[in-house]
């Protein structure tokens, strides 16, 4: 059976449309992923529910995080360091584009 059939494989992945980027899909991910890891849904890449307390704590944290700085900023060494991040992630996904 090949990955694209089963949809398990990397190749199923690639043919999937990816929802557009705003912050409220981006939080609405992380919730998603909290509620997989707090057993509440099925995890939709293996079917299964699970509970794994310690990965449903982190995407809390991250989404508290995320609360957090929004209300309060960042700073400038975060800013600093999420630009260069970004600066670094963007060249590289550029030059992996390019040879393919």
Sequence with gaps: MSDK???CGSEYAKDMP???VTFSTFIMSLSSS???HLGEIADPSTG???YSPM???HSIDVLALLKDKI???MTADEERLLCDLLCNLRM???QK???S
């Design 34 to 36: 909290a509620m997989v």
């Design 71 to 73: 209300q309060n900023g």
């Design 92 to 94: 590289k996904y550029v």
């Design 48 to 50: 299964k529910v699970q």
């Design 5 to 7: 059939k089963c949809g």
């Design 55 to 57: 990965l449903a704590k």
């Design 97 to 99: 584009t390019k040879r």
């Design 18 to 20: 990816l929802p557009e």
